[in-house]
């Protein structure tokens, strides 16, 4: 069976520090990965995805960057973090063609 | 008009009902849909996927599509209090598009 690994599961940083998310996926090949952002009352905003290693798709021009050095790894990263990034950060994959996303538990984010 | 809707809520009821959650959209390309559960302070779990009009049921959970009406539910019976969860509703319109769309999701609380 398939699962998805996400760490950490909470995490405190100072304003201007970096950020380093890891999200790995076990029992699949090739699958397509995400990463998503949670906020209160405003649903899940899809940040980016991926559908093959080094290939990465923005969705929203931000401070954040991802990056997938193999096939099952998906980072999401930043140089200096913001006020603005905290939140909840969610990795998910799914396989290629119209199949359901499966979520990780989630990074609490906390920019002080 | 937003692509989907869903009722926020918070819904309300006592153990044992039944529960009605519901998303209706605006893109006809949607062709697969899907139901997530989310608890506090953990990623969503999916709880139904169909691709077709009509009904799929799995255990007390019934999903229901009606693509003419371009409207989705899903049915809970029997109710229980661990069933108090966020709903998200999501569809995908296949094809080379790689993302999904979310609801916001229905904020669900069973009272024992």
């Known amino acids: 069976s398939q699962t998805i690994h996400q760490w950490p599961a909470t995490l405190v940083q100072p304003v201007g520090s970096p950020l380093s998310l890891e999200c790995t996926v076990e029992?699949?090949?090739?699958?397509?990965l995400y990463w998503y952002r949670q906020a209160a009352g405003r649903g899940l905003q899809l940040l980016f995805y991926?559908?093959?290693?080094?290939?990465i798709s923005s969705e929203v021009p931000q401070n954040l960057s991802a990056s997938r050095p193999q096939d099952r790894q998906f980072i999401l990263s930043s140089k200096k973090l913001l006020l603005s990034d905290s939140g909840f950060y969610l990795c998910?994959?799914?396989?290629?063609?119209?199949?359901?996303?499966?979520f990780g538990n989630g990074t609490r984010l906390t920019v002080t | 008009q937003k692509e989907v809707e869903q009722d926020p809520g918070p819904l309300s009821v006592p153990e044992g009902a039944i529960v009605s959650l519901n998303c209706t959209y605006s893109n006809s390309a949607f062709q697969y849909f899907m139901w997530y559960r989310q608890y506090s302070r953990k990623g969503p779990e999916l709880l139904m996927y169909?691709?077709?009009?009509g009904n799929k049921e799995d255990g007390r959970f019934t999903a229901q599509v009606d693509k003419s009406s371009k409207y989705i539910s899903l049915f809970i019976r029997d109710s229980q209090p661990s069933d108090s969860a966020t709903y998200l509703c999501?569809?995908?319109?296949?094809?080379?598009?790689?993302?999904?769309?979310f609801g916001k999701g229905t904020l669900l609380t069973v009272n024992p």
């Open positions: 991926s559908v093959g290693i080094g290939q």
């Open positions: 169909t691709y077709s009009s």
């Open positions: 999501a569809m995908g319109s296949g094809g080379s598009n790689y993302k999904l769309t």
């Open positions: 029992g699949t090949s090739n699958p397509n």
């Open positions: 998910a994959w799914r396989r290629p063609g119209e199949s359901p996303l499966h």
